[in-house]
């Protein structure tokens, strides 16, 4: 792994921890619906952990692939993974969950976040395993479809996990303000 995909780890893994204690801050009410219709904080926080998952697995899956028709990444995807760069780093925008992940479910059925946050935790080393297991040579292929930007290279990928994970801080951050 070089050291570009250490610093994103790093900085997903000081994401990840703002996100939990965000969530685990609020107690039991990381379990309330902040308003009708909008998510409750462990909701927030199972799908960054299920999103995560997804991901390290179509990762782990890209690996057992044929590597000679991975594509080199061209400047269109470069351009593509800056502007979901930017779109999740955007103040208060909002999106729709992607086809590919189910909402969350209902927050009543959710394990209770220290269960979460082991769970991500797992995922985690899962993702960090898979990162030290792709060729050096082949960094600069795309190997992720992005359901919104399209075909991204490992970093891109690793990128846009910690800015979906910042995106939500920010949902994090309303839903504290609300049920304080």
């Known amino acids: 792994m070089n050291n570009r995909l250490h610093l994103l780890i790093e900085q997903l893994d000081r994401a990840t921890e703002q996100a939990l204690a965000s969530a685990e801050a609020l107690g039991p009410r990381a379990y309330v619906h902040p308003v009708p219709g909008q998510w409750a904080a462990a909701q ?12 390290a697995g ?7 692939t044929d590597h000679s028709k991975w594509q080199l990444a061209s400047l269109k995807h470069k351009v593509r ?4 760069r930017l779109a999740l780093r955007g103040p208060g925008l909002r999106f729709k969950v992607p086809p590919t992940l189910p909402p969350p479910p209902d927050p009543t059925t959710l394990a209770p976040l ?10 985690r080393r899962q993702l960090e395993q898979v990162l030290h297991e792709f060729p050096g040579t082949k960094l600069n292929h795309t190997v992720f479809r992005h ?19 910042l995106h939500h801080q920010q949902q994090l951050n309303r839903i504290s303000k609300v049920l304080k």
Do not use: F, M, Y
Not at 44 to 55: M, S
Not at 114 to 123: I, N
Not at 148 to 155: E, K
């Open 44 to 55: 927030v926080i199972h799908h960054l952990l299920t999103a995560e998952k997804n991901i």
């Open 58 to 64: 179509a990762l782990r899956h890209a690996l057992t």
């Open 81 to 84: 993974a800056l502007l979901l």
């Open 114 to 123: 220290p269960q979460l946050r082991a769970e991500w935790a797992a995922v």
């Open 147 to 165: 359901p919104r930007a399209g075909w991204l290279t490992v970093s891109q990928t690793l990128a846009s996990i910690l800015d979906h994970t």
